[in-house]
């Protein structure tokens, strides 16, 4: 199985968990990183390039920081320019059927204030509906999230367990049946 983590940050100096992340990722041989902001800081998107890596692979995550509660830009425009009719989607679009997809977000605030009654009133799962109906119009499998929340009371410790727990779960191949 050959995963393709499509990494969306704008700003990866300054990022603790992503930059983290996308490193510990680089160190596994079936898992292709691909920086979306370093390839495109111009948002011109090389739609036939990203078609291509997108059929090399068979699961494809989207790894960004939560802002506004979707994702940084330059993911939505990945998502405009290269999941095209013919390719993605329509009578003839079924390059896309099969492969899986799934999210890996980290959120600044914690996992209780995503919830009816908490601070932020929705949970993830109903914020992330879009890549959801994404996912099911292209054909693909829509996986369960990886998640770590709460950048306040973030430690050395939980980034290094998130790191490991990450590489686990993307790359087990049986995620359709265990969660
Ligand atoms: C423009 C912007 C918007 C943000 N919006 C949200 C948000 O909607 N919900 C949230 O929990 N955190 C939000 N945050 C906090 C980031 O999600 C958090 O800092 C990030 O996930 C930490 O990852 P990093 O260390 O890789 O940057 C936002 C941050 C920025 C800069």
């Given at each position: 199985?050959?995963?393709?983590?499509?990494?969306?940050?704008?700003?990866?100096?300054?990022?603790?968990?992503?930059?983290?992340?996308?490193?510990?990722?680089?160190?596994?041989?079936?898992?292709?990183?691909?920086?979306?902001?370093?390839?495109?800081?111009?948002?011109?998107?090389?739609?036939?390039?990203?078609?291509?890596?997108?059929?090399?692979?068979?699961?494809?995550?989207?790894?960004?920081?939560?802002?506004?509660?979707?994702?940084?830009?330059?993911?939505?425009?990945?998502?405009?320019?290269?999941?095209?009719?013919?390719?993605?989607?329509?009578?003839?679009?079924?390059?896309?059927?099969?492969?899986?997809?799934?999210l890996?977000?980290?959120?600044?605030?914690?996992?209780?204030?995503?919830?009816?009654?908490?601070?932020?009133?929705?949970?993830i799962s109903?914020l992330t509906r879009?890549f959801q109906?994404?996912?099911?119009?292209?054909?693909?499998?829509?996986?369960?999230?990886?998640?770590?929340?709460?950048?306040?009371?973030?430690?050395?410790?939980?980034?290094?367990?998130?790191?490991?727990?990450?590489?686990?779960?993307?790359?087990?191949?049986?995620?359709?049946?265990?969660?």
């Open positions: 199985m050959k995963t393709l983590v499509i990494a969306a940050h704008p700003n990866l100096g300054e990022s603790k968990v992503n930059k983290a992340w996308m490193q510990r990722l680089q160190e596994e041989e079936d898992v292709t990183v691909h920086d979306l902001y370093a390839h495109y800081p111009n948002f011109k998107i090389d739609v036939e390039k990203e078609q291509q890596l997108l059929l090399e692979h068979d699961r494809i995550i989207f790894q960004f920081p939560f802002y506004w509660y979707s994702s940084p830009a330059l993911l939505k425009e990945w998502q405009d320019a290269v999941l095209t009719y013919g390719f993605a989607y329509g009578s003839e679009g079924n390059k896309l059927h099969g492969k899986e997809l799934m890996a977000i980290s959120t600044g605030g914690p996992a209780e204030v995503y919830q009816a009654g908490g601070y932020n009133h929705y949970s109903e879009p109906a994404t996912a099911n119009l292209c054909g693909m499998h829509f996986l369960p999230s990886f998640l770590l929340q709460g950048m306040m009371t973030l430690t050395e410790e939980k980034l290094q367990e998130s790191k490991e727990a990450l590489v686990a779960y993307i790359t087990n191949p049986n995620l359709r049946t265990v969660r």
